[in-house]
């Protein structure tokens, strides 16, 4: 047994270097890809092929209540109609649950990731009671999770525990990779600009995440991370929706040892009131256009895209 904070994360969930710009579009098969989607993998394609780089797909079945392979085939219809095409076979997450079960472990050998026997309603009741009457504390999660179970002692040569939460013992995580200051770098339409947040902050308002879930091991935080670093993916673009998880990713991705991409959180797509598309939105699923007559280039401009790059 190697004593915790000793150990350099497994080599074969590092990536290959590479310096080819390579994106990708990483949709959830639980619902009809929407106007959003369009546009999201869109701007990840654009960005591959106007940069000589490489376009991947993932399919986010790690869900698997939620899942549905007729969804999965619907994306590759979808994708196909709009003109996208990926550069390999799209990686699916629900074959890789070893490689997150690996990571969970090491994470876990290491004294970074501890079990939670939380409901939500005890975390609610937690992190209500210092200040009565006082909304608690949310990060990108839902509510900042008042640590209640990092107290219960446990010793890295414990097996790791099945069937319930695990999660990342962020003050732990901070230590180890010894940085006062998290950071990315954003690319909007120029330069990349660093953006930068003092580690503390993640203690207060991001805390201890959830890396696998009582159901399924693994969870999203932890799934992005390993495969993006698996794809080899440099940039990744995405909506402004998930700018706050970025955070977590960054530190998952230093204690891996994963590089560090550049990122693009592009502007939502909003519906006609001026709120955000979701899947229950079947009205604006792309086969609804399909099958109204519409074009893939009439849905660009619907997104406030120009016409189709050229595709090399
Ligand atoms: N699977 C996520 C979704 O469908 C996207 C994850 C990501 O782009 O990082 O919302």
Excluded at 81 to 108: E, H, K, T
Excluded at 136 to 149: A, F, K, N, S
Excluded at 248 to 274: K, N
Aim: aromatic share 6%.
């Amino acid at each position: 047994m190697t004593e915790a904070g000793k150990e350099a994360a497994p080599e074969s969930l590092r990536a290959a270097e590479d310096m080819t710009l390579v994106t990708r579009f990483a949709p959830s098969p639980t619902g009809p890809l929407h106007l959003g989607h369009a546009f999201s993998a869109w701007m990840a394609h654009d960005l591959a092929r106007s940069a000589g780089g490489h376009f991947l797909l993932r399919i986010e079945d790690i869900d698997r209540t939620r899942s549905r392979e007729s969804w999965e085939r619907a994306i590759y219809e979808d994708l196909a109609w709009l003109g996208i095409r990926w550069d390999a076979p799209p990686m699916r997450q629900s074959d890789r649950l070893g490689v997150y079960d690996d990571a969970l472990r090491w994470l876990w050998a290491e004294g970074l990731i501890y079990a939670c026997s939380c409901s939500r309603r005890d975390i609610v009741a937690a992190a209500s009671a210092p200040q009565e009457g006082a909304e608690p504390q949310r990060g990108p999660d839902g509510i900042v999770y008042p640590g209640t179970c990092r107290a219960f002692a446990r010793t890295p040569a414990s097996p790791m525990p099945q069937h319930t939460a695990l999660r990342l013992d962020m003050r732990a995580a901070l230590e180890r990779i010894g940085a006062d200051t998290i950071s990315f770098d954003e690319i909007g339409r120029g330069q990349p600009q660093r953006r930068r947040r003092p580690a503390k902050d993640m203690l207060e308002q991001v805390g201890d995440v959830v890396l696998s879930r009582r159901d399924f091991p693994g969870s999203y935080h932890l799934s992005v991370v390993l495969d993006d670093g698996a794809q080899g993916i440099t940039h990744i673009v995405r909506g402004e929706d998930l700018g706050e998880a970025t955070w977590i990713h960054r530190v998952l991705q230093d204690l891996f040892s994963l590089p560090r991409p550049v990122y693009h959180h592009h502007r939502l797509i909003r519906d006609p009131e001026g709120r955000r598309l979701a899947k229950r939105d079947d009205a604006r699923a792309i086969s609804a256009y399909r099958n109204d007559g519409l074009s893939p280039d009439d849905l660009r401009k619907l997104v406030g895209l120009g016409g189709s790059p050229a595709v090399p």
